[in-house]
């Protein structure tokens, strides 16, 4: 069965960057899409990007555009999050997902691993 495991989670200050990692044990692992998901305490979980199978094409929110960066290392089945330049609005549970397509509705993956939370002060 799929099993995701996120980590690289902590608390930063604003302007500064972490690194999450995604560990996915998943049979086809170059065959299926990976995305970031983030959700702060009273709303709803929002999509933060997402990768193509091959790591060709990405999908970004809006409000991490230029800031953050996904990539995959599909020989070390591994999805990572660059985010850099933090702000306190960042501060969410973050997850990673598959077993959706090219997009940002989290009703889209099947998936989940169980989060790593950021931290941004200001």
């Known amino acids: 069965q799929v099993q995701l495991v996120e980590s690289g989670g902590g608390s930063v200050q604003a302007g500064g960057s972490l690194r999450l990692s995604c560990a996915a044990s998943v049979y086809g692992y170059s065959s299926v899409y990976m995305a970031w998901f983030r959700q702060a305490p009273g709303k709803e979980r929002e999509g933060v990007a997402a990768?193509?199978?091959?790591?060709?094409?990405?999908l970004y929110a809006d409000s991490v555009k230029g800031r953050f960066t996904i990539s995959r290392d599909n020989a070390k089945k591994m999805a990572y999050l660059q985010m850099n330049s933090l702000q306190p609005e960042d501060t969410a549970m973050y997850y990673c997902?598959?077993?959706?397509?090219?997009?940002?509705?989290?009703?889209?993956?099947?998936?989940w691993g169980q989060g790593t939370q950021v931290t941004v002060s200001s």
């Open positions: 990768i193509t199978p091959g790591g060709e094409s990405r």
């Open positions: 997902a598959t077993g959706g397509p090219l997009a940002l509705n989290p009703g889209l993956y099947s998936y």
